[in-house]
């Protein structure tokens, strides 16, 4: 069963910086792509970033420039370094790991910008 485990959400002030972390543990050979969804209130969940196998990068075109994806295949985890947050960014975030073309998620994790 695969687990995935988020850490780093919270409060910060627009113009400041978080990182999320997410750690994916049980059976996680294969994984192809990883990556990170945010869900505002009242919206749809939205790609927010994501990373291949191979290390090619996706950004959603509302963070590009100030989020930035990584991953480590050895640990099986992903990041998302989220700068000049700006309140609009507030949403829950979740992690997801791709593995023989079925989506695993995290339970997410809350981020809040206050103006």
């Known amino acids: 069963q695969v687990q995935l485990v988020e850490s780093g959400g919270g409060l910060v002030q627009a113009g400041g910086s978080l990182r999320l972390s997410c750690a994916a543990s049980?059976?996680?050979?294969?994984?192809?792509?990883m990556g990170w969804y945010r869900q505002a209130p009242g919206k749809q969940r939205e790609l927010v970033a994501a990373?291949?196998?191979?290390?090619?990068?996706n950004y959603a075109d509302s963070v590009k420039g100030r989020f930035t994806i990584s991953r480590d295949s050895a640990k099986n985890t992903v990041g998302l370094q989220m700068n000049s947050l700006k309140p609009e960014d507030t949403a829950v975030y979740y992690c997801?790991?791709?593995?023989?073309?079925?989506?695993?998620w995290g339970q997410g994790t809350q981020v809040t910008v206050s103006s």
């Open positions: 997801y790991i791709i593995r023989y073309a079925t989506y695993y």
């Open positions: 049980g059976i996680i050979f294969s994984i192809n792509g």
């Open positions: 990373i291949g196998s191979g290390g090619s990068t």
